[in-house]
């Protein structure tokens, strides 16, 4: 089940004994653990009739003895687990998932992994909880995301301040939306968002950037990459190369798939390779630029390049000087 779904159930009072929240992605976790901890009972029930435990501090027959318990003037008390993966024998919450308590509702967050689906624990929670597994979101995946979140509150995006925006923060939904807030706190009246909102609420340049820079060497505009080299070198904060690499090593790997389609119909393109569909053209136009040995050359330099980032085969050369000469070995290629 989503975390959407049992959000919309929970507004419409559809409740069960017991929700297990795992997973690699914090955000939906959080998001459901939220809405339990705040939205289920009225200012009025919370007092009585919230329990919260932490996982590192908690003992499984603490949560089992809250959850026995009885609601106080309210048709439901709410037990929290917070952390549940940082708790021991949290298996032994297998006494109570048997056989629970309809007045309680029983919520679990167990963060970055998932319970062993072997054991007849994780048999059990599925038998009789609600079970919501996460995973991280793909970077193809990001843009359409954000641009949800955004529409949720009621605006619109610019094409080119959702690339400054998901380029800079990468796969942190949490940031993101937190971001995306701090922006329409900011935007007064106006119902869009752009390059100009992002640069100055979030200090992304709307000029010297990952996705500019990706844009200047896609096109082989060497002066245009050395102009953003530069600003990097000015502003280690803006742009480390450890962010740099891993999305031009996306943006050739994309490139390289591509030479494998039959097809160079767009639609074709992006079900494929992954790319969002916004971006489709520039990744067609980079074909052209490019020939297949070109992208060949370009990979391979790129990891090259990546393992001299970290001192391999390489001892004190500056970022900024690193990028310049890959750069020009890509584009000479």
């Not at 706190?185 to 119902?191: A, E």
């Not at 060497?222 to 530069?230: A, K, M, P």
């Not at 119909?265 to 136009?285: C, M, Q, R, W």
Request: charge should be negative; hydrophobic fraction near 40%.
């Amino acid at each position: 089940m989503s975390h959407e779904k049992i959000i919309n159930e929970w507004k419409k009072k559809v409740f069960k004994p017991f929700y297990w929240l795992e997973g690699e992605e914090e955000y939906f976790i959080d998001k459901v653990m939220h809405y339990a901890e705040n939205n289920i009972l009225s200012e009025s029930e919370t007092g009585f009739n919230l329990t919260v435990f932490y996982g590192k501090d908690a003992a499984w027959p603490d949560v089992i003895n809250a959850c026995r318990r009885y609601p106080m003037f309210s048709e439901r008390q709410v037990v929290l687990l917070k952390e549940g993966q940082q708790m021991r024998d949290i298996e032994k919450l297998e006494s109570y998932i048997e056989n629970p308590l309809n007045s309680t509702i029983l919520v679990v967050s167990y963060k970055e992994k998932k319970i062993d689906g072997r054991t007849k624990f994780a048999k059990l929670l599925k038998e009789r909880g609600v079970l919501l597994s996460t995973k991280k979101i793909y970077e193809n995946q990001l843009p359409q995301w954000t641009e949800e979140i955004v529409h949720e509150h009621g605006y619109e995006i610019s094409r080119k301040a959702l690339m400054l925006l998901v380029d800079h923060i990468g796969n942190d939904l949490n940031r993101i939306e937190n971001e995306i807030e701090k922006i329409l706190v900011n935007l007064g009246k106006r119902k869009t968002i752009n390059e100009d909102d992002i640069e100055e609420f979030i200090g992304i340049s709307k000029e010297f950037n990952v996705f500019e820079f990706q844009n200047a060497l896609a096109n082989k505009d060497l002066s245009g990459c050395v102009r953003i080299v530069q600003y990097f070198e000015a502003n280690p904060k803006a742009a480390p190369i450890q962010l740099i690499l891993p999305s031009l090593y996306s943006f050739f790997s994309k490139l390289y798939m591509i030479y494998g389609l039959n097809s160079r119909d767009e639609k074709t393109v992006a079900a494929s390779t992954g790319i969002n569909p916004f971006f489709v053209k520039d990744y067609l136009k980079a074909a052209k630029t490019y020939s297949f040995p070109q992208v060949e050359k370009a990979i391979l330099l790129l990891h090259q390049y990546n393992l001299r980032s970290v001192g391999v085969s390489d001892i004190g050369t500056e970022d900024a000087s690193l990028l310049k000469e890959m750069v020009f070995k890509i584009i000479a290629a």
